[in-house]
């Protein structure tokens, strides 16, 4: 592996630092685009096609369902769809990488942190600057810079820019595993886990379920006993399935919708659970434990109960590969005089339904930053050409080593 950076890379570096970074950026960022604003969604969407147009790339964009909400009563709404970018470059390219990026935020149309501010020389704020429009303006310098390589012809690539990913990405997860294909590496511009720049490696998987218990109505003076009480049977699964929480599976019972008057035994209930398995074989675990949990307790309250949802976020192991691409960031990171660390992590994202598809993936290689999800989001601005330099310099020697 190379240890020190060549001419031809040096050329390449260049062109991705001058890139406009922060421009686009502080245009994106002041675009509202929460999981729900479809109207921003749709400008957003507009920019990024008109942005990334400068790469020879066919576009297109794809709309599929979104998972079914299940209301309060327990009963599946209709989904809703998402409209996603997915673009592909040289698909007969022998060497193929997938990048991926979410332009959504977690801050709604009407939420007040809405504008970018300069806070210090060297930070601004906003939402999504690090999460992850700041990202993607990283990712966009490094591929427009990696275009200038002579040999580019030997390396191919789909992008992945998809509007739904702070909501579970359930509606862009068919897009992303049928993008994930053939891939030989994967990556996704999450911002880095600390500001220090801190990769993410392992993540555990996540599952939402949603418990929909229906037990029998009755007067809770008159005739009690014949009520079969939902609220309570949901409880008690709410209890059973905590107590099952054990090293490397947590279970999150969060909410339990239902019931009504004091004078009725109420007849529905909705427990809403998040489960986290740390391994496939946790996540078999949690899966038969909710069978059996949802068995029991149908049979000692005498209540049906039906379960909807899955686990929308396989939990992300490193294989050999994976351990192969991540020394190939360390070094490279080493050339640019850049720390490379990493660290397991509790959140979940692309990365991991990319992981799931059996292809090495580093889900971090965004901008440096924190305190994301809250007002105080930040991002370090000389981040942006630390992170698209980084990018750029592990393709040219993704595309010299042929692989990993
Ligand atoms: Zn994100």
Redesign the pocket.
């Given at each position: 592996m190379a240890d020190i950076i060549n001419a031809c890379e040096e050329k390449i570096l260049k062109i991705a630092a001058d890139f406009p970074m922060l421009d686009y950026l502080t245009e994106w960022t002041n675009i509202n685009s929460g999981s729900y604003n479809q109207a921003g969604l749709a400008v957003m969407a507009e920019k990024l096609k008109q942005a990334f147009s400068i790469l020879p790339a066919k576009i297109e964009e794809v709309t599929h369902p979104s998972q079914a909400i299940i209301s309060a009563e327990g009963v599946p709404l209709s989904p809703t769809t998402a409209t996603h970018l997915h673009l592909t470059i040289r698909p007969e390219a022998p060497l193929q990488l997938l990048f991926t990026g979410?332009f959504d935020t977690v801050f709604g149309k009407d939420h007040p942190f809405n504008k970018v501010t300069r806070l210090d020389e060297e930070t601004i704020g906003g939402p999504g600057v690090a999460?992850?429009k700041g990202g993607l303006t990283v990712m966009l310098a490094a591929l427009q810079a990696f275009e200038n390589h002579p040999n580019k012809d030997k390396l191919g690539y789909e992008i992945v820019l998809n509007s739904d990913?702070?909501i579970g990405s359930s509606s862009s997860a068919p897009l992303l595993a049928q993008s994930a294909k053939g891939k030989i590496a994967a990556f996704t511009y999450?911002?880095s886990t600390l500001p220090d720049g801190t990769f993410a490696s392992a993540r555990p998987g996540s599952g939402n379920f949603s418990i929909v218990i229906t037990g029998l109505a009755a007067h809770a003076g008159r005739n009690i006993d014949q009520g079969r009480n939902a609220i309570v049977a949901a409880a008690d699964m709410a209890l059973r399935l905590k107590s099952a929480s054990q090293k490397g599976l947590t279970v999150n019972p969060a909410k339990i919708d239902g019931g009504g008057p004091n004078n009725i035994v109420p007849d529905n209930a909705v427990l809403r659970v998040n489960i986290r398995p740390s391994t496939p074989e946790k996540m078999q675990l949690a899966e038969n434990l909710l069978k059996k949990t949802i068995a029991d307790i149908a049979q000692d309250h005498s209540v049906t109960v039906k379960i909807y949802g899955h686990f929308g976020r396989p939990p992300k192991a490193i294989s050999q590969k994976g351990k192969n691409l991540m020394a190939l960031v360390e070094s490279s990171c080493q050339n640019l005089g850049l720390t490379a660390c990493w660290q397991e992590t509790g959140g979940v994202?692309d990365g991991n339904n990319i992981s799931a598809m059996d292809v090495p993936v580093i889900d971090t290689m965004g901008v440096r930053g924190g305190n994301?999800h809250s007002q105080k989001e930040f991002m370090i601005i000389k981040s942006l050409e630390e992170r698209a330099q980084l990018s750029a310099l592990i393709l040219t020697r993704l595309l010299n080593m042929g692989g990993i």
């Amino acid at each position: 592996m190379a240890d020190i950076i060549n001419a031809c890379e040096e050329k390449i570096l260049k062109i991705a630092a001058d890139f406009p970074m922060l421009d686009y950026l502080t245009e994106w960022t002041n675009i509202n685009s929460g999981s729900y604003n479809q109207a921003g969604l749709a400008v957003m969407a507009e920019k990024l096609k008109q942005a990334f147009s400068i790469l020879p790339a066919k576009i297109e964009e794809v709309t599929h369902p979104s998972q079914a909400i299940i209301s309060a009563e327990g009963v599946p709404l209709s989904p809703t769809t998402a409209t996603h970018l997915h673009l592909t470059i040289r698909p007969e390219a022998p060497l193929q990488l997938l990048f991926t990026g979410h332009f959504d935020t977690v801050f709604g149309k009407d939420h007040p942190f809405n504008k970018v501010t300069r806070l210090d020389e060297e930070t601004i704020g906003g939402p999504g600057v690090a999460d992850m429009k700041g990202g993607l303006t990283v990712m966009l310098a490094a591929l427009q810079a990696f275009e200038n390589h002579p040999n580019k012809d030997k390396l191919g690539y789909e992008i992945v820019l998809n509007s739904d990913e702070e909501i579970g990405s359930s509606s862009s997860a068919p897009l992303l595993a049928q993008s994930a294909k053939g891939k030989i590496a994967a990556f996704t511009y999450e911002p880095s886990t600390l500001p220090d720049g801190t990769f993410a490696s392992a993540r555990p998987g996540s599952g939402n379920f949603s418990i929909v218990i229906t037990g029998l109505a009755a007067h809770a003076g008159r005739n009690i006993d014949q009520g079969r009480n939902a609220i309570v049977a949901a409880a008690d699964m709410a209890l059973r399935l905590k107590s099952a929480s054990q090293k490397g599976l947590t279970v999150n019972p969060a909410k339990i919708d239902g019931g009504g008057p004091n004078n009725i035994v109420p007849d529905n209930a909705v427990l809403r659970v998040n489960i986290r398995p740390s391994t496939p074989e946790k996540m078999q675990l949690a899966e038969n434990l909710l069978k059996k949990t949802i068995a029991d307790i149908a049979q000692d309250h005498s209540v049906t109960v039906k379960i909807y949802g899955h686990f929308g976020r396989p939990p992300k192991a490193i294989s050999q590969k994976g351990k192969n691409l991540m020394a190939l960031v360390e070094s490279s990171c080493q050339n640019l005089g850049l720390t490379a660390c990493w660290q397991e992590t509790g959140g979940v994202c692309d990365g991991n339904n990319i992981s799931a598809m059996d292809v090495p993936v580093i889900d971090t290689m965004g901008v440096r930053g924190g305190n994301i999800h809250s007002q105080k989001e930040f991002m370090i601005i000389k981040s942006l050409e630390e992170r698209a330099q980084l990018s750029a310099l592990i393709l040219t020697r993704l595309l010299n080593m042929g692989g990993i």
